[in-house]
């Protein structure tokens, strides 16, 4: 498997949230992680961030697993889900979809095991190279209950966000929950985007 001066190749597959939106290149969550992986001695490099706001499990299929396989990536992560709950999509179909990205993923990262800069192994197997993260609560922002169409946010979201942690359980999948910290913007201007909906 290719590397690039022997660093992890990394991409970030999602929608808004990932690719940050309201938020500059430099100030994206993928890239502040990068910077501080590769200060803890972590050699890893952002080659791909296809992310785009508005897209779905569908659109993330359809649109980026086509650049995270032509990418040669060794690392992910992943977090999607938000426009299938917004644009009404089931949970079973958000549970198919989110399964057909995870297999696809694992088939396509393999295990890798490089040096960081002070020698020390850093084995990526499986279940290690990819990094599943839940849907922040939107509900909380200014605009975010413009997007409920009656329905409960929060309760709509937990319900996708149950079906992401349990999948990372079962397959033994790091997962990271944002969920419950993202609340904090209800009470945090400053936490919150120019567009009054996404996190700053």
Not at 22 to 30: D, I, K, R, V, Y
Not at 57 to 73: Q, Y
């Amino acid at each position: 498997r290719k590397t690039m001066n022997n660093k992890i190749r990394y991409v970030a597959l999602g929608d808004s949230y990932t690719i940050c939106e309201g938020a500059t290149w430099e100030e994206s969550w993928p890239v502040i992680l990068v910077k501080k992986l590769n200060k803890a001695g972590i050699p890893i490099e952002l080659i791909a961030n296809p992310s785009r706001t508005g897209w779905t499990t569908g659109d993330l299929i359809n649109n980026e697993l086509p650049i995270f396989d032509s990418s040669d990536p060794t690392f992910a992560t992943l977090l999607i889900g938000v426009n299938d709950w917004v644009q009404g999509v089931d949970a079973e179909t958000f549970h198919k979809n989110l399964n057909y990205i995870i297999d696809h993923v694992l088939k396509k990262l393999s295990p890798l095991p490089l040096k960081g800069s002070k020698d020390q192994l850093l084995p990526l197997g499986k279940g290690q190279n990819l990094v599943l993260i839940t849907i922040p609560d939107f509900s909380v922002t200014p605009d975010g209950p413009k997007y409920s169409k009656g329905r409960n946010i929060s309760e709509g979201l937990q319900e996708f966000n149950n079906i992401i942690k349990g999948e990372a359980e079962k397959r033994n999948l790091k997962c990271v929950d944002i969920f419950g910290v993202s609340q904090a913007m209800k009470d945090n201007p400053e936490l919150v985007s120019i567009d009054k909906l996404h996190p700053s």
